[in-house]
């Protein structure tokens, strides 16, 4: 297999799934603490995604570490295959996550103008917490694509 950025087990893989743990979980910690934000079940949605996806970016952080330690080689069938469909399956619910509560914030903000009526909703963290997700998942969908290169180049 070739040398490609952010393969598993390289310094640029774990800069990747680093980053996307990180801007996941400010997106967690922004969201949860932003009043108002069980209105919308798109937000609900969001959290559950999120956290999803710093679970799964840093048990593969946690195993580029491990290899770069050892001096290990991740890039094998079995793992780059289980790391492909992980991917794709996080940055899918990720970004389905992220586009329906960037909607909600529109909805809110632009068209209804609920957030100027209601004072109770932190409609400026709603905005955040859905910009840092998109962030976290432009992170994944780059490693996602670098999977599926490992893969098919396999």
Known sequence: MKEVFGSPGKVS????????????????????????F??????CYLIASMGLQVLWSFVL???????LRLKRDLRNHVFV?????????TATLSLAAACSSAGVVVLFVKDTN???????????LFQIS??????SWFLLAIS???????????
């Open 61 to 67: 952080a946690c195993l580029d570490i491990h290899a």
């Open 38 to 43: 069980s209105s919308s079940t798109a937000f």
């Open 130 to 135: 859905v910009a840092l997700s998109f962030l």
């Open 114 to 124: 609920i957030c100027k009526v209601e004072n109770k909703l932190s409609c400026d």
């Open 81 to 89: 295959s289980l790391f492909v469909v992980g991917d794709w399956v």
């Open 144 to 154: 996602s694509c670098v999977m599926f290169l490992l893969a098919a180049s396999d």
């Open 13 to 36: 893989g774990l800069i990747l799934r680093m980053g996307q743990c990180l801007f996941a979980s400010a997106s967690i910690a922004v969201m949860a603490s932003a009043s108002g």
